[in-house]
């Protein structure tokens, strides 16, 4: 616009100029035709034009050096602003129930308004008062120590290069990861001189209101988990040209990535002991809070660091010691963090909507008999096993397929279950029995269900020692009727958490 302001102004002068000489070459005509009257008018109207003219030069002057003032003057006038009480979070749907959000009491006016997350400080856009010069100022602020303007690609993911600064604050260093929500980034935190992780939201409306959903949670859980020893800790957030930026500390690899990189060997039982402890005391903290995380999944729980050593593996392989493969990846520390917050919900009684990553999804979830703080032990069960065994238990992607798995490995469903299943899920039932193997899709499918293993024979497998205490346990976590599953702190007070054993990890 300011730009557009000056082509006027000039294309003006140039007119009155034109104008100017037009009527000095008439005021010379006059002058020797002797007419005083014709000689005057002239005289008067070429001396008006000239102060006209010398007016506009001497504004365009002074614009310039008004232009040209020092940026600092810049800074100093955005801080000048008064504080206002306004709204932090992005414009989103009407919350309902449980998720409705508390209004922020104070803001900073500036390039951002400041939310606080414990001792730090998180950062969302802010909505300065109607000022014509406001706008101006902060553009320019916001531009000092940014990356040039990308667009995101065509799903909405934030679009950088390795070396750029996300704010004034952190400098990108790599990407750790990428899912359906957007992407995880490793930065540097130059303010705290640390590494940090940060999940970069795609820009797109539903996802961003699920990260508003899971920054409330988190910071819930952080206000109550005083040790950080549970859930992964939030540092801060902040929305960053229409990408919500959750700050994390910085952990190590997912179970699944180690059990990928490990060519999906089983973890020792010790091992599998103690980050069964560690999960069943984060989902007893969250129930407490009346909480349901809802997708526990190897994916959502990280190794708080990548160490690792490596120990033979006399059962993973029949090939030469000599051989790689003779030997196996073992976490150095057992130490977990729960992460992904986005479908954590509170507990309420008409919940029956679907949730849960397939694998992990409890029967009542697939019945449509509603769900609860069952579902969570359900998913903790079938981690465990995959843990023991180093693959996922159910391995379907069809839900008739899916319950035909659960009875070959745990027994028939009970019928009170069957009967009440919901109108989309019926058509699995057939004379108060699972339609099995009648309803397969294909021969394919038969055969996936039959070459399961009956759960205490696939924990033999795979398990040397406290076989039994393990079988019971997950018999109490994978229990069929919701009533009469487990809850997290029963099953922490079960002797295979419980027993003194000899712990290395």
């Known amino acids: 616009m300011e730009t557009l302001k000056q082509y006027v102004i000039k294309l003006f002068v140039r007119v ?86 508390h ?142 930026c959750i700050v994390f500390e910085k952990l190590g690899p997912s179970l699944y990535d180690f059990l990928r990189k490990n060519n999906y060997r089983s973890f020792p039982i010790d091992l599998v002991r103690e980050i069964g402890r560690q999960l069943l005391e984060c989902i007893a903290f969250m129930h407490d809070l009346r909480l349901i995380h809802t997708d526990l999944k190897p994916e959502n729980i990280l190794l708080a660091s990548p160490e690792y050593i490596r120990v033979p593996d006399y059962k993973g392989s029949s090939r030469s010691p000599k051989d790689s493969s003779y030997s196996k990846r073992v976490p150095k520390c057992s130490a977990i963090k729960v992460i992904d917050f986005g479908s954590t919900t509170y507990d309420r009684q008409d919940q029956s909507y679907i949730v849960s990553t397939r694998h992990y999804r409890a029967p009542e979830v697939i019945l449509g008999l509603g769900w609860s703080y069952p579902c969570d032990i359900w998913s903790v069960g079938c981690i465990l096993v995959e843990l023991c065994s180093g693959e996922a238990l159910f391995q379907t992607h069809e839900n008739l397929e899916h319950l035909a798995m659960m009875e070959r490995v745990l ?24 339609d099995w193997p009648q309803g397969a899709t294909s021969r394919e499918s038969l055969k996936a269900v039959v070459k399961l293993p009956r759960l205490q024979n696939l924990i033999m497998q795979h398990v040397d020692h406290s076989a039994g205490e393990l079988i019971q346990v997950l018999q109490g976590l994978m229990r069929y009727d919701p009533s009469e599953r487990l809850t997290a702190r029963e099953a922490l007070r079960h002797p295979f958490f419980t027993r003194d054993h000899f712990r290395r990890y």
């Open 16 to 101: 009155m100029l034109y104008f100017f000489m037009s009527e000095c070459y008439v005021f010379r005509a006059n002058a020797m035709s002797l007419e005083p009257k014709v000689f005057f008018a002239d005289l008067l109207c070429s001396c008006s034009i000239f102060i006209f003219y010398k007016f506009l030069i001497e504004e365009q002057q002074n614009r310039n050096s008004v232009k040209n003032l020092h940026p600092i003057m810049e800074m100093e006038r955005v801080t000048e602003f008064p504080m206002s009480n306004v709204d932090l979070r992005p414009r989103k749907r009407q919350r309902v129930g449980w998720d409705a959000v």
């Open 411 to 434: 027994g028939f469903l009970p019928q009170h279950m069957l009967r009440k299943a919901d109108r989309h899920a019926e058509k699995y039932v057939r004379k108060g029995r699972l």
């Open 103 to 244: 209004p922020a009491t104070k803001a900073q006016l500036g390039l951002f308004c400041g939310q606080e997350v414990g001792n730090v400080t998180s950062f969302a856009p802010s909505r300065a008062p109607p000022d014509h010069n406001s706008s101006s100022l902060v553009k320019r602020v916001a531009r000092n120590g940014s990356p040039p303007w990308r667009e995101d690609d065509k799903d909405g993911h934030y679009m950088f290069a390795l070396g750029d600064n996300l704010t004034s604050r952190y400098k990108i260093h790599g990407k750790m990861g990428e899912g359906t929500f957007g992407q995880v980034l490793e930065c540097w935190d130059k303010e705290n001189n640390e590494m940090v992780a940060i999940k970069i939201v795609r820009g797109i409306k539903k996802y961003r209101e699920a990260a508003m959903i899971e920054i409330d949670v988190l910071q819930q859980l952080r206000k109550h988990d005083k040790g950080g020893s549970r859930c992964v800790q939030i540092r801060n957030w902040f929305d960053y040209r229409n990408h919500i």
